[in-house]
């Protein structure tokens, strides 16, 4: 008799996960058995995924950060030492500026003795164009249009720029101030010069009796007169007639009283016949200045000043130096 074979089950797979057990010996001997699920070795792996992620995430921006904060200390740096070099330029600039002043001040110091002296020598149109290329050019180095935030290489380009600059008028400038002292040495030679040269009246009063052979008026023997008569009353103030120093005063012959300015270049002035001396040897004098007073000493026929010029120790004609 066949049996009847009983109808099989459906196969069911369990829903329970899969455990892995993990035994774990200490060193005392004792075993730690440790299961762990399928579902938990997953968590543990995403979770340890996101964690390596997120620092790694973290330690990129960090760098990032890092560097971006070194990079801004290093423009901070930057920035202040480009600064402080414009600063200094700007300071430098107005020194020029300073200088450039002092230079046009000696310059129109100098223009105004040569005119005062009758010299007066007009600068030439090449020395005033490089005065107003130098003034111009400082001008323009004060600034011009400036960004907000400028790049690094701008401001290099900048620095660079003024600092050539700077050096250009640096040249201009010494160039020009030596030009001055140079102009004003000379200057002041030829003011010295034509201060040294006798060109007034040393007193005012008619000539009376000129340079040249004449018959002397006590002797009535024909003589060389070395010099100039000027006739006026006793007492009349008698003046240098240019800058010098007074070589010799007091009694010399036939002159009287007499003094004798040395004014340089081989130039001398003689004052005789004198009834006083207001002025000593080695007292500087300057022209204009009252030395003596007319007189009649020594040998004269009246009141008088008899007046020479002297170049290298001889007497010349002073009509030459003497105003029309």
Known sequence: MLRKRPASRPIVKSSRPKVFTVMVVSSHGRTLTISVSRRMIVALGCALILIAGTCLFSSTGYAFALRRITELRYLEGFRDNVRTQLTD????????????????????????????????????????????????????????????APSPEEMLRTV??????????????????????????????????????????????????????????????RAFHSGF??????????????????KAAGWDGGYGLRIVIDHGYGIETLYGHCSKLEAKVGQKVVRGDVIARVGDTGISTGPHVHYEVRLNGEPVDPAPYLPD
Do not use: M, N
């Not at 008569?229 to 007074?246: K, L, M, N, Q, Y």
């Open 89 to 148: 330029l700007q300071q430098e600039l107005v020194t020029l500026r300073r200088e450039l002043d002092d230079a046009q001040e000696e310059v129109g110091r100098v223009r105004e003795v040569l005119r005062s002296e009758g010299i007066f020598e007009p600068v030439s149109s090449s020395q005033e164009d490089t005065w107003r290329a130098a003034e111009s050019s400082i001008s323009l180095s004060r600034g011009g249009s400036r960004r907000s």
């Open 160 to 221: 660079k720029e003024l600092q050539e600059e700077s050096d250009a008028l640096l040249k201009l400038v010494a160039g020009l101030k030596e030009d001055a002292l140079l102009v004003s040495a000379e200057a002041s030679a030829k003011v010295a010069y034509r201060r040294a040269l006798p060109c007034t009246y040393p007193v005012e009063a008619d000539i009376t009796s000129p340079f040249g052979w004449r018959y002397h008026p006590v002797t009535r023997v």
């Open 229 to 246: 008569d000027f006739g006026a009353p006793v007492g009349t103030a008698i003046r240098a007639t240019a800058d010098g120093v007074v």
